[in-house]
């Protein structure tokens, strides 16, 4: 099908983008893995699309002082091939490769899929269990947001108009965590219908920190804290996963009903835990 | 689908009634509503403009409020078109006073069709759900400022 007339952009440097952006309904192109699809649906008809395609250095991927950098641009295929990404966050690296097929990971990139904020995307789950930041700047404003302050509901996020997402930043994870995505995908269109990213530290025999997020089942993405909570304290894996979907609203649709989709949380989570807590030393 | 949940809007029983059938705030409320403007009895033509995330449409529909049993309970009706599908929402809302407000719940269901039932029906549930969030915060809100609550309320 063929998209409605719009005018497109493709600045040739950030501040040129910024620039474009500042004002008017503008809608930001970066691997077009959601937006093209639904602008030849005619879902979407922005106006003003400004192309990232030809802005130079977004798609970097550095890492110092204990934090990686990873520009908006940066692929899923580069992702998960990243010796960065699989040596200091090897639980991103996970979860990239589970996202959509070849061509999507080729195309579509970590700043476009974040900022959709799709309720069954990959990314947020690990990027709640990391912890990681997400950089936004606009013309006239530069800040940084916690993960779990920047997915707000189902394709809600903190982006103000005016900005885009520049970076995000994952504080690296230490060689001796164990960490796993798990994930049931659904069969046609691989997005998740549940996943859970979970990173486990072992100090001896007992658990010293847990970290679990959970994609697919709720509005937003979120991280099972009381899940978190009882690990830490004790308990095991089996008794802190049957409480991840506590306190949740879930997700339904024609393939999954929430009680499904809760059940689908819980038995993941014991899954996702069990693997990292084998990886765990 | 089906549709349920409740809300507590922190006004009493018979203010929220008001406000919940008062076009004006219906106006302000409605996630995207642009324009609502009385055709009838109980029953109002609206323009609306969906946006949510890269997905926009203009709809153009009616609000009906209908079986209004003053402060217990009415149903009200939405239904709209536009390029992108249909949709029919009708709802009971049930209102019981409680302490400190008035508890709203709603029971009822919600049709879409066309091309974004057709691509989006994994996200129709999550989506109907997240607008009548959104309905009640504003309304909520609506209900804080009673110097922009509207004098032609329906009653």
């Not at chain 2, 949709?87 to 409680?98: A, F």
């Not at chain 2, 039932?117 to 309304?139: N, P």
């Amino acid at each position: 099908m063929i998209p409605q007339d719009f005018e497109y952009s493709a600045p040739a440097s950030l501040k040129e983008a910024l620039e474009l952006i500042a004002t008017g309904e503008r809608k930001i192109l970066a691997g077009g893995m959601s937006l093209i699809p639904l602008m030849k649906l005619r879902l979407a008809a922005p106006e003003h699309v400004v192309d990232l395609a030809r802005v130079p250095g977004l798609d970097y991927i550095t890492e110092s002082g204990g934090t990686v950098r990873i520009g908006a641009t940066v692929t899923h295929h580069d992702l998960e091939s990243s010796p960065v990404i699989r040596g200091r966050a090897p639980l991103l690296a996970e979860a990239a490769g589970h996202i959509g097929d070849t061509q999507v990971r080729n195309m579509g990139t970590i700043g476009g899929s974040i900022a959709h904020a799709d309720p069954a995307a990959d990314y947020p789950a690990s990027l709640l269990a990391l912890e990681a930041q997400i950089r936004l700047v606009s013309a006239k404003s530069d800040r940084t947001v916690p993960a779990s302050d920047f997915f707000l509901d189902a394709f809600t996020t903190a982006i103000e108009p005016g900005e885009l997402v520049l970076e995000v930043l994952v504080p690296t994870e230490e060689p001796k965590e164990g960490y796993r995505y798990e994930k049931v995908s659904h069969p046609a269109s691989g997005f998740a219908v549940v996943g859970v990213a979970a990173r486990i530290k072992k100090a001896g025999a007992k658990i010293s920190m847990a970290r679990i997020g959970v994609t697919g089942m709720s509005p937003r993405a979120f991280r099972a804290l009381e899940a978190e909570k009882l690990l830490e304290s004790g308990a095991g894996v089996a008794q802190a996963a049957a409480t991840v979907a506590e306190g949740q609203e879930a997700n339904r649709d024609l393939y999954a009903s929430a009680d499904y989709r809760r059940h689908l949380a819980r038995i993941w989570a014991a899954r996702a835990l069990n693997v990292a807590l084998s990886r765990a030393s | 689908m089906k549709i349920s949940g409740s809300f507590l809007v922190p006004v009493p029983q018979e203010r929220a009634f008001r406000l919940l059938q008062d076009p004006a705030v219906l106006a302000r409320s409605m996630p995207g509503c642009d324009t609502l403007e009385r055709i009838g009895d109980n029953e109002y033509h609206m323009k609306m403009k969906m946006v949510l995330a890269s997905i926009s449409g203009l709809f153009d529909g009616k609000v009906r409020i209908a079986d209004s049993r003053p402060h217990s309970s009415f149903r009200l009706i939405v239904e709209g078109a536009g390029r992108i599908g249909f949709m029919r929402g009708d709802g009971l809302l049930t209102l019981t006073e409680l302490e400190g407000g008035t508890n709203v719940q709603y029971e009822g269901t919600v049709e879409v069709g066309g091309t974004i039932a057709a691509v989006g029906q994994r996200l129709l549930d999550t989506t109907a759900r997240m607008m009548i969030k959104r309905f009640f915060e504003k309304l909520t809100a609506e209900s804080a400022s009673s110097g922009t609550f509207s004098p032609t309320a329906i009653l």
